[in-house]
């Protein structure tokens, strides 16, 4: 069998190398059109940062994993195609604001039916809308080489960071398609290393919803505590000792319970609104209303911590230098879509704060982009004013210690293990004083600090 995956992201990329090393019978050819992405999956140094990714595209590739920009002789060559291109919230036109953009999927398609011949099995692995699959089958019809396709539904189920760690051994893989004899040749593949019991197969659609199901359920538990994180804050209660109570009970679990300043990554929230896009499209204001409140509290959680800074720094953060510890959306990735430092910093600007950021695995350049980005408007239009202001009070360091030197208060944004063991007597004494902390994360040991003599601030933890 000959495999071939569009799209060397976050997701085909990781995927496609498991495939690749666990089953070194097939050939596994990685195609995207950016060739500074394939440069670097044909590199040392990957464009995409997973505990114990190198080591498994080190194995693979040269031996039966190919990375290229060569899509039309992949796709011809493939047995089978997997569609892993990006599918970002719409930002224009109808449904803005929350519709999935099926751009990419559609060129996708028409590219597969222009090229192809004989018979294909076309997988999606993107994360898409409800009956999806429906159009991509009427646009495969169209082909004029004769060539015939089933189309069938494998979402993924990664969570950044322990991406390695789920691909070998996932709570389940999910195959949603009409064709049983495609559904089994999909199912071969994962067999070769996932137990039987764990591959579910379903309906097209069934798979399809599934997938903004599972995230929007996950997201939904974030912005629960988050809430409760608020309450907490005004009663004295403490967050953490009110998940470990709830999350004992066996109906609720401890998973997903640990209050923060709200979900990022490229998931949670895109496949929200697009769950409330659909539920909208259908008629299903209620439902629709329910499932948006998601992500108004998280916009709420991490607005409040900004505003939080703000308030108890004398009301004012204007010209005052604050460390900003982590970028990246969540530990052991370098991925920031919709990190929650993102906003965060946004709104410290906006007050004229002075940033100095410090984040192991993301480049200043993809901080300087994002939040230039958050500063534009809707058609990516950014002032000549937040240009500015990006340019004169953002500062990218290389260590937790040189954001803190001389900085009136650190914000703690992202949970990296390094922030639990830093020297903090260090830091305290290299601080403006009084020396403010805002753990985001909830990661810090509060005691200790407080004993050294900063004033520490934390999610659903009241002072």
């Known amino acids: 069998m000959k495999i071939c995956c569009i799209g060397a992201g976050y997701v085909g990329g990781p995927t496609m190398a498991m495939i690749a090393k666990q089953c070194p019978q097939i050939s596994v050819h990685v195609v995207d059109l950016n060739q500074s992405r394939i440069d670097a999956w044909n590199s040392d140094e990957l464009p995409v940062y997973e505990p114990g990714l190198d080591e498994v595209v080190r194995e693979a590739r040269g031996r039966n994993l190919t990375f290229?920009?060569?899509?039309?002789?992949?796709?011809?060559?493939?047995?089978?195609?997997?569609?892993?291109?990006?599918?970002?919230?719409?930002?224009?036109?109808?449904?803005?604001?929350?519709?999935?953009?099926?751009?990419?999927?559609?060129?996708?398609?028409?590219?597969?039916?222009?090229?192809?011949?004989?018979?294909?099995?076309?997988?999606?692995?993107?994360?898409?809308?409800?009956?999806?699959?429906?159009?991509?089958?009427?646009?495969?019809?169209?082909?004029?080489?004769?060539?015939?396709?089933?189309?069938?539904?494998?979402?993924?189920?990664?969570?950044?960071?322990?991406?390695?760690?789920?691909?070998?051994?996932?709570?389940?893989?999910?195959?949603?398609?009409?064709?049983?004899?495609?559904?089994?040749?999909?199912a071969d593949v994962y067999g070769q290393w996932v137990a039987r019991d764990k591959i579910l197969t379903t309906n097209l659609w069934s798979s399809e919803l599934s997938k903004l199901t599972a995230n929007a359920f996950l997201a939904q538990r974030v912005s629960s505590i988050n809430a409760i994180s608020a309450l907490c804050e005004a009663t004295e209660a403490d967050i953490d000792e009110v998940s470990k109570a709830i999350g004992t009970d066996s109906r609720i679990g401890p998973k997903f319970l640990k209050a923060s300043v709200g979900f990022g990554g490229s998931c949670f929230q895109k496949?929200?609104?697009?769950?409330?896009?659909?539920?909208?499209?259908?008629?299903?204001?209620?439902?629709?209303?329910?499932?948006?409140?998601?992500?108004?509290?998280?916009?709420?959680?991490?607005?409040?911590?900004?505003?939080?800074?703000?308030?108890?720094?004398?009301?004012?953060?204007?010209?005052?230098?604050?460390?900003?510890?982590?970028?990246?959306?969540?530990?052991?990735?370098?991925?920031?879509?919709?990190?929650?430092?993102?906003?965060?910093?946004?709104?410290?600007?906006?007050?004229?704060?002075?940033?100095?950021?410090?984040?192991?695995?993301?480049?200043?350049?993809?901080?300087?982009?994002?939040?230039?980005?958050?500063?534009?408007?809707?058609?990516?239009?950014?002032?000549?004013?937040?240009?500015?202001?990006?340019?004169?009070?953002?500062?990218?360091?290389?260590?937790?210690?040189?954001?803190?030197?001389?900085?009136?208060?650190?914000?703690v944004l992202t949970e990296w293990d390094e922030f639990r063991e830093l020297d903090y007597d260090r830091i305290y004494d290299t601080m403006q004083k009084p020396a403010f902390v805002y753990d985001g994360r909830n990661i810090l040991d509060r005691q200790k600090l407080t004993k050294i003599g900063f004033e520490i601030f934390a999610i659903g933890k009241s002072n």
């Not at 051994?169 to 949603?176: F, N, S």
Request: charged fraction near 25%.
């Open 68 to 186: 290229s920009t060569n899509v039309d002789q992949a796709i011809a060559e493939a047995d089978m195609i997997f569609i892993a291109v990006n599918t970002p919230t719409k930002h224009f036109g109808i449904g803005a604001g929350r519709a999935a953009n099926l751009e990419f999927i559609e060129k996708c398609a028409r590219q597969i039916a222009k090229v192809s011949k004989g018979h294909k099995i076309v997988v999606e692995k993107s994360t898409l809308p409800v009956r999806t699959a429906e159009a991509v089958k009427r646009i495969l019809s169209s082909s004029s080489n004769g060539a015939t396709f089933d189309v069938l539904s494998n979402p993924e189920f990664l969570a950044e960071g322990t991406a390695i760690a789920d691909l070998l051994e996932p709570d389940r893989v999910l195959i949603g398609g009409e064709s049983e004899t495609a559904v089994k040749a999909l």
């Open 271 to 411: 496949d929200i609104l697009n769950l409330v896009y659909l539920c909208e499209h259908f008629g299903l204001r209620e439902v629709a209303d329910y499932w948006e409140q998601v992500v108004i509290m998280n916009d709420y959680q991490k607005r409040r911590f900004a505003e939080r800074i703000c308030r108890t720094m004398f009301n004012t953060v204007s010209d005052k230098k604050i460390a900003i510890w982590g970028f990246a959306f969540k530990k052991d990735t370098n991925d920031t879509r919709e990190s929650a430092a993102i906003y965060v910093c946004r709104d410290l600007l906006r007050e004229r704060a002075r940033l100095v950021i410090y984040d192991p695995k993301v480049s200043k350049e993809t901080i300087v982009s994002e939040l230039l980005t958050a500063l534009g408007d809707l058609s990516g239009t950014v002032s000549e004013t937040d240009r500015e202001l990006v340019h004169s009070n953002v500062t990218v360091v290389n260590n937790a210690y040189d954001a803190a030197n001389q900085a009136h208060a650190i914000a």
